[in-house]
């Protein structure tokens, strides 16, 4: 059963800082690219950050500077630190882990999460 279950959302002041998780389960987390998205109501769904299964990483422009991606493959985690928060920044948080079609190897494979939270105000 293959499960990514996302962890730290909730409420939190302009300029104030949330560390988001996420847990996956049920397949081999450390050959998939992880990456963070985030939706605000009425907007289209919007790719934050990204890391590889080398490490590599990659921002969107509005996040670059204050977030920081992060994974822990013997704890299959992926994390999002995210620091000197804007009230632009409120959107549901949705993790994502991603394998693609290469040589070998059966696919793609994309999985996702159920979401989580985050409101940034006064």
């Known amino acids: 059963q293959v499960q990514l279950v996302e962890s730290g959302g909730g409420l939190v002041q302009p300029g104030g800082s949330l560390r988001l998780s996420c847990a996956t389960s049920?397949?081999?987390?450390?050959?998939?690219?992880a990456k963070w998205f985030r939706q605000a109501p009425v907007k289209e769904r919007e790719l934050v950050a990204v890391?590889?299964?080398?490490?590599?990483?990659n921002y969107a422009d509005s996040v670059k500077g204050r977030f920081t991606i992060s994974r822990d493959n013997a704890k299959n985690t992926v994390y999002l630190q995210m620091d000197s928060l804007k009230p632009e920044d409120t959107a549901v948080y949705y993790c994502?882990?991603?394998?693609?079609?290469?040589?070998?190897?059966?696919?793609?494979?994309?999985?996702w999460g159920q979401g989580t939270q985050v409101t940034v105000s006064s």
């Open positions: 049920g397949f081999t987390f450390n050959t998939y690219t």
């Open positions: 890391i590889t299964s080398a490490g590599g990483t």
């Open positions: 994502n882990a991603y394998r693609g079609r290469s040589g070998s190897v059966r696919g793609p494979y994309d999985y």
